[in-house]
């Protein structure tokens, strides 16, 4: 007998405020109602719920979930509650200042790979939530050309539109050639001021020209002539100009490789793509390593952790 699919339930904010409510009550907590709930509503509809929670029950729906949750079910679902821009500043904070390990390569991620105006949103979210700006928290916990290459990304307006000037590009690649492969040593400037200054259209288009004049790749040589966290934001920076969702396959293969997880990258790249770009993301999974991002996600998690991050990932094809 052929299954039959049933349609989604169209609750409104208050039926949900109710269900949640009910899932915290008792003894131990429903969390897989919780996760019902949570992972099918999108960021106007859980502002909608915390504040329609907050008015019934007169406590905060993120401090409930935090003291009902666990582990990497409550680290994943918090996350999830923010709204992209709140997320993506709570994470950066967290990775610079949050008084653990200092995670500059979550910082680096974040920052790199979103547009000029995600940046602007995030940057104001930032002093206002934590009283301090991100210039100066990059400028506190980042050094060298790491730092000089984030201060430049995150203060400069980039044109974000897909018109692209052939000739500049080619410019561009022919500075970027002399600055690395051409010469003894790197000139950092000159990668440092294109990486920053230039729209992610007229990254790629310098990176298709830099190939097209020079026989090898860009990415080739910023592997070449640059490293540690330098080199990991121009990689990012450059792998999301010319394709997000192939650098965010990359990035969740990686967090699931060898022996272990790293569970704070799955979770993050997940959260915070899932309502941006992840059917791109579960597309280029499965062409470049031959099995879909859920069939990984379901090999490497456990619970309901796993249960909240397949529900964000949506139908295994």
Not at 105 to 112: D, F, L, N, P
Not at 138 to 155: F, N, P, Q, R
Not at 232 to 260: D, N, S, W
């Amino acid at each position: 007998m052929a299954s039959v699919t049933i349609p989604p339930v169209l609750t409104t904010p208050r039926d949900d405020a109710i269900s949640l409510h009910r899932a915290f009550k008792g003894l131990g907590c429903d969390t897989s109602a919780v996760i019902n709930i949570l992972a099918h509503r999108d960021a106007t509809q859980r502002a909608y719920l915390k504040q329609e929670y907050k008015t019934m029950y007169h406590e905060d729906l993120a401090k409930r979930l935090s003291s009902e949750l666990s582990g990497n079910t409550k680290k994943s679902v918090l996350l999830w509650m923010h709204d992209p821009p709140t997320r993506d500043a709570t994470i950066i904070r967290q990775a610079l200042a949050g008084g653990g390990i200092v995670d500059l390569r979550a910082a680096t991620e974040v920052i790199c790979s979103r547009t000029p105006s995600q940046i602007l949103h995030f940057k104001n979210i930032y002093f206002s939530a934590f009283g301090v700006y991100l210039e100066q928290d990059i400028e506190l916990h980042t050094s060298g050309d790491h730092k000089k290459l984030l201060l430049a990304y995150v203060a400069t307006p980039r044109y974000e539109g897909l018109e692209v000037d052939r000739a500049a590009a080619e410019h561009d690649a022919k500075a970027l050639f002399r600055a690395g492969e051409k010469r003894l040593g790197t000139d950092e400037k000159v990668f440092v001021q294109i990486f920053s200054g230039r729209s992610s259209a007229h990254l790629a288009t310098v990176s298709a020209a830099y190939h097209n004049m020079y026989g090898s790749s860009l990415k080739k040589a910023v592997k070449k002539e640059t490293s540690g966290y330098f080199e990991h934001a121009l990689l990012t920076i450059l792998q999301c100009a010319e394709h997000p969702g192939r650098y965010f396959a990359k990035v969740l293969h990686r967090a699931m490789k060898g022996l272990g997880t790293d569970d704070s990258t799955l979770l993050r790249v997940i959260v915070s793509r899932a309502e941006i770009d992840m059917q791109f993301i579960k597309a280029e999974y499965l062409k470049k390593y031959g099995k879909t991002l859920n069939d990984a996600v379901h090999s490497e998690t456990s619970g309901h952790y796993r249960a909240f991050l397949l529900a964000l990932l949506g139908p295994n094809h």
